[in-house]
């Protein structure tokens, strides 16, 4: 699986994503960095089959109107440190893969995994 990790998500994550087998960038790995628009994500995204994996309701809201990006991963997890962040996906990364092999938003916290076709 691709996955596209926002801005506000760290780095660590998109190499987590990676050392697990899936393919993974992050804006950073992008020409425009973390001045890549969420339209330019979600287009992105979209050409390159990826899930956006972002705390940003914006795109949830874009999904809403325009139906991009196709697969979105919100995470809900509010401010937490970055070992329990990782943690949090690696332990439910398998029920996130399986939500989003086709279009998809899952909702995703410590205690919610849900998922809007």
Known sequence: MRFLV???LPQR??????EMGHEAVHTLDL??????????????????????????NDFMESRA???TPKKLCILRFGNCDNDLLLALVAKH?????KSLHQ???????????????
């Open 103 to 117: 279009p998809a938003c899952v909702e995703f916290g410590r205690d919610l995994l849900v998922v809007h076709p």
């Open 31 to 56: 020409p425009s960095g973390n001045e890549t628009t969420d339209s330019e994500l979600a287009r992105y995204a979209d050409a390159n089959d990826a899930v956006v994996v972002t705390k940003d």
């Open 13 to 18: 994550l998109a190499r987590a994503l990676r």
């Open 65 to 67: 109107l325009h139906g």
């Open 6 to 8: 926002d801005a506000q």
């Open 93 to 97: 990364l398998e029920l996130l893969e």
